[in-house]
Each structure stands twice: as structure tokens, then as C-alpha cells.
């Protein structure tokens, strides 16, 4: 089925730079993924009824309340868990906000031990937390293939956790990579944390839209915290997402105060609020955004996480086949997919070509939207990339164009998918990468370095001056005063 009639935006078309209409092809979903265009109605069905839910007795408040719970449920039911088990905290806009909470609260609840563990595959929100709030960083050892790194290494990570485990506060380690879409085997790093009694925290961001996930049963339900983002999961307006179970929740202390995670205060103290998720949701929560994500969650267990999956696995093994049979383009990370699977993303280079200027051709040219630079995940980049960054030529350089050489080459293309997705856009983004390993010498005459990793159009690019603050929030007569006398 073609599932991306159900997305804004999956038929947008702009005119390229050689002056033709193309449909935009959306292969940046790891950023940020579409909108279920469901979503937007639930959001405005709730508009009409919108109140604060710390109201407790006229309607709206009450039926914005009802919407919260329900939308909470949602969640809750998406991971085939319910309250008596797991409860959920909505938290900022996405798993930075919901990671640093678990970062600092830990630190408070869990003082004594001073090690947290992470992989060395993280996104930057999944480490610079933890090296802020732990007194030490371990890193789980990843599996290498012929020198090419995979997934998070069992056997090593079981190891390490054992020789730290008196002093580990926790580990937190992603679910599917960012950079490469390798899927880590989060079932056996739960048993390993059960083993030693560590609790374990699941960066969902790059899984939840991705892989079936139930954490009602086998190894996952001992997973302690997992955190993803809506806009990952095809609700860009909606929160951060906390699914934690009660036992973790309770051992933790409420570290974020103010109002609504208390039930009395008086001048000498205060009371926490009875309920777990409402204990840590200091504030008013993001209503509106709870219900569109909500919303998102009830129409893909519609579909069915199954689908997506066969859907999105059809579509990574066209991008494999495109890529891995290309003489000039180099995939990052193990080739190995029965040790190393994938979900979601995948990352190269195309031989001597900068990641920034092939990414600005594959959208001037072809419409086809992609990811470069190193992801916010630096270190792990440059691990993947050690071999490339030794052989980038410098020899006459001078030390200021060096600096912007190593730029421009220490970075990689990054495409990934969503279940709007279909082959028409591997397709596309195909004959672009074609194109550009064929032609970039013509290419390179109509861009210029920004010196800082990226190019820039020389006759200016695309012209987007048409989008201005009357387009997005539209142009209306001047309004009379009060009419109140
Ligand atoms: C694996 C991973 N973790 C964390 C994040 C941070 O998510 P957010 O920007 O929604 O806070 C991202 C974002 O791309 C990510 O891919």
C-alpha cells in the first residue's frame, strides 16, 4: 500500500534549479518525520474544547483533561503496557529535554554510584547529559566486522557492566543509531542490567516509528526508561515521551518543582502529587501536543508496526541494493545485516565528493531531501570515518584551508525513511547520487565552500523569497478596537 496519502506534505513539489517541477522526495525523516494528517485533526478537534488541565471543574478544562488521559492511555497501549506496570511523562519537545531530566534526576536519586555506561554510538543528547551529571563514562564496546563497527557488543558490554556493576548508576544506550540505522540487541542489554541490577535506559528516538516494540513481556519489560521523540513519530508538534515503569519512577525523587507535581503545599513543605507521571511534569504540560501524538500512536497501531516494518524494510533493502552496487559510493558501518541489522537510515559518501555539496545537488537538482554534516554524533562519525579522515589530500594547503578541507570532507549524506516513503523516492535520490559521482566537476563550477563544511549556490539557488510571514500566518484587515463600552 502507498501510505503516504495519509502525510502532509508527501506531495509538495518546488521547481528545481534547472527550472523544472518535481515532487519532493522526503529522505530526512531521522530529523524529523512528516505529519499523520489525522493528527492535525485530532488537534483541532480538541482546540474546541481546549482548557488547562490544572482547571479541574468547568468543561473545557475537563474534557482537555479526559483528551490528556486518553492520550497518555494511547502511549501506554502502543507499547502493550498499561498503568499498573508503566506510567508516561510528557517532557519538552523531544528526548533531550526527557534525557537530561533522567540524567539530573538520576544524579540526585542514584548519588552514590557515580558510572553511567552509554555506547559509543550515541546521538550527542544521549552522552553530554551523562558526562554532565556522572562522575564516570563507560563505554559498552561495539561488535567490528572485517574493521567495520556494528551493533553494541553483548558478550563485551556483559563484561564491563559486571566489573562496574557495584558502582553503576545505570546504562543508557540507543535503540537503532542515528548515524547508521544499526539496531542494537536491546533485549539482551535488559537481561545483562536485570542480571546485575542496573537499571537500563532506551533512547527510542530512532526506534519507536521504526520497530514493534512491547515491553509487557520477555527481556524488555525490565527496560526502566524509554524516551522518544513525536516528532520523530509523525507528530512534529508533540512532546518528549518518558515511558518508565512504576518501580524505577518510585525510586526516584521529583528533581523539577512548581506547579502541578504537588498535592499540598504549605509555607514549611510540600506534598508530591499522588500520581507518578504527575509528580514529574512540573508545569503545564504540552496538551495540544499530547493529543496529535496521541493520535499518531492510534493510527499506526491501526496499520499495524508489523506493516511498517515490512514497508520499511522493502524500501532499506532498495536503498541497500542502490548504494552497495554503486562503484563510487562508500556505505558506513558493518555490511554485515544478519549481525548489524538496520531501521530507518543509512549513511555514505560518494568517492571525493564534500558531503555538503552533494547534499545541496541532490536538493537543487533532483528535489531529493537528505541529512549531511556528522548528525550530533560526532565522536561516533568520526570512528566510522577514521580511515577517510587520514587519506583527505591537504599537501600545499595552507593551515585556514586545511581546517575547511577537513570540514568539508569529515562528514557523510544520510538518508533516511518513514512510511510515506516509497520506491519512487529511492529512486530519485538513486539517479541524483548517479548524477552527482558522473557530473560533480560541472557542479562544482555553480557552488562555492562556505568554509564552514557547506556550499552555497553562486547565482543565490533557489529563490524563496515568495515565503514570507504573510504565506505562513496569512494577511487580515486592521482590527477595530474593543467593542466593550
Ligand atoms: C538517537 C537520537 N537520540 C536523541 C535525539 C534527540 O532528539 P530530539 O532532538 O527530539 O531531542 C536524536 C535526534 O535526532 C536521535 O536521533
Known sequence: MDFSTLFFGADTSYLTAAGVRKRFHYLDSTASTLMFKNALRAKEAALSHYGNIHSSCHFNARISQKFFDLSQREVLRFFNVDESTHSVIFMGSGVTAALNFLARTMQEGFGEKSTVAISPMEHHSNDLPHRK?????????????????GCI?????????????????????????????????????????????????????????????DLSAGALANISALVFSSHKIYAPGGPGVIVARNEFLKQLPAVELGGGMVGKVHRQGYELATSLSGRFQAGTPNILGAVELGCALNMLMDIGMEKVQAHERALMDLVWGVLTEHPKVKIYGSKNRTTAPRAGAISFNITGVEHGLAAMILNDYHCVAVRNECFCAHPYVRDLMLDDL?????????????????????????????????????????????????????????????????????????????IDQDMIFGRRPTFPGSSIR
Request: hydrophobic share 40%; aromatic share 6%; net charge negative.
Open 153 to 213: 557488543d553483548v558478550q563485551g558490554s556483559r563484561d564491563l557492566i559486571a566489573e562496574h556493576a557495584s558502582d553503576l548508576r545505570y546504562v543508557s544506550v540507543t535503540g537503532v543509531s542515528n548515524v547508521t540505522g544499526i539496531i542494537n540487541p536491546i533485549a539482551q542489554l535488559s537481561e545483562i542490567c536485570r542480571d546485575y541490577d542496573v537499571p537500563l535506559i532506551v533512547d527510542g528516538a530512532q526506534m519507536v516509528a521504526h520497530v514493534p516494540l
Open 133 to 149: 551529571y556522572s562522575g564516570k563514562l563507560l563505554l559498552l564496546p561495539l561488535l567490528s566486522t572485517d574493521g567495520e563497527l
Open 390 to 466: 587520514w587519506n583527505i589530500p591537504v599537501d600545499g594547503l595552507t593551515e585556514d584551508q586545511v581546517r575547511v578541507r577537513v570540514l568539508e570532507m569529515s562528514g557523510m549524506l544520510r538518508v533516511s525513511f518513514g512510511l510515506y516513503n516509497t520506491a519512487e523516492d529511492v529512486l530519485a535520490m538513486a539517479e541524483g547520487v548517479g548524477d552527482i559521482a558522473e557530473n560533480v566537476n560541472s557542479y562544482r563550477r555553480l557552488y562555492v565552500s562556505k568554509g564552514d563544511g557547506n556550499f552555497e549556490a553562486i547565482d543565490g539557488g533557489s529563490d524563496l523569497n515568495a
